[in-house]
């Protein structure tokens, strides 16, 4: 196969004031098609054991994204606070969905997925001249165009595709958000003591490529956390640090058990899912030369 695309950006922006800035930008982009490596194909099972019919095609197409976004950067309070605002609208033409077929992972083309929304992100060098607070919230509102079997290169992945005609693309949260605060103070003139303390929340979405209701995920935040002390210069560093510290439980990603789902029989089908770190704590030692 072989493929040419024409890609490319294109911004303007203007200036306010020297605190305020607007601009708007287009964006076209491109990912080539390719081959799946599993030669995965459709199962019969008329008879009393399954007959794994090889596809003919493994192919899938080259994916296209045209992406606007307008938005403004601002210096807020004598420059103590900045603030970015950007609107978003991108629409994928034949998206490229790695989906789990049973036995191996393949892709296969989604006519259309377009998302859009806002995203809104900030940064406060607070009173405190040893604190900072960093965040941001993105509304995203990622949806799957409607489609039937025949716009699929292998309309036999329809069955296994039929949730996500008109749905919340997978892994598309529709809130998330973060927060952190970072401490830095010295404690004498060749030590510093370092803090940070983030919190990162997702509202409910699916892990499933197929949209299944067994691979959704609940909303959850996962904090996170660091305190040591160092060198001014970086020279070395100690820290404590600890991942996910309320041991929150949640999925990376849900998939079928390998010939263990029957899709006409749900009571009898087994799903798996590999889950996210647990609660992670530990000592780190860096120095640099």
């Not at 911004?11 to 990912?31: C, E, H, L, Q, T």
């Not at 003919?56 to 994916?63: A, H, I, L, N, Q």
């Not at 609208?89 to 296969?108: C, K, P, R, S, Y």
């Amino acid at each position: 196969r072989s493929e040419e695309a024409v890609t490319g950006t294109a911004r303007v922006k203007y200036n306010i004031s020297p605190d305020n800035m607007v601009y708007a930008g287009y964006a076209r982009g491109f990912k080539s098609g390719g081959f799946n490596l599993d030669r995965e194909g459709a199962v019969i099972t008329t008879g009393p054991y399954p007959d794994f019919t090889a596809d003919p095609d493994t192919s899938f197409r080259g994916e296209y994204v045209d992406a606007f976004e307008i938005g403004s950067k601002n210096s807020l309070l004598n420059g103590d606070v900045t603030l970015n605002v950007a609107l978003f609208h991108q629409t994928f033409d034949d998206f490229q969905l790695n989906t789990f077929a049973g036995t191996a992972f393949v892709v296969e083309t989604l006519p259309e997925v377009i998302s859009k929304g806002v995203d809104v992100d900030f940064n406060w060098y607070t009173p405190w001249d040893a604190l900072t607070i960093q965040g941001g919230v993105t509304y995203a509102d990622t949806k799957v165009s409607d489609f039937t079997a025949a716009d699929l290169i292998n309309p036999a992945r329809f069955n296994s595709l039929r949730r996500l005609p008109g749905e919340t693309l997978s892994f598309a949260p529709e809130w998330s958000a973060s927060l952190a605060a970072t401490y830095e103070q010295p404690v004498s003139d060749t030590m510093m003591f370092r803090a940070n303390l983030s919190a990162k929340y997702m509202s409910d979405y699916n892990t499933g490529s197929d949209l299944h209701p067994s691979k959704a995920q609940e909303a959850f935040t996962v904090v996170n956390g660091r305190v040591g002390i160092g060198d001014p210069n970086n020279a070395w560093n100690l820290e404590l640090f600890g991942q996910n510290l309320f041991d929150e439980d949640y999925l990376q990603v849900g998939f079928n058990g390998p010939f263990q789902v029957d899709e006409n029989d749900d009571s009898v089908s087994v799903y798996n899912a590999f889950l996210g770190a647990p609660r992670t704590y530990g000592v780190t030692l860096r120095t640099s030369y």
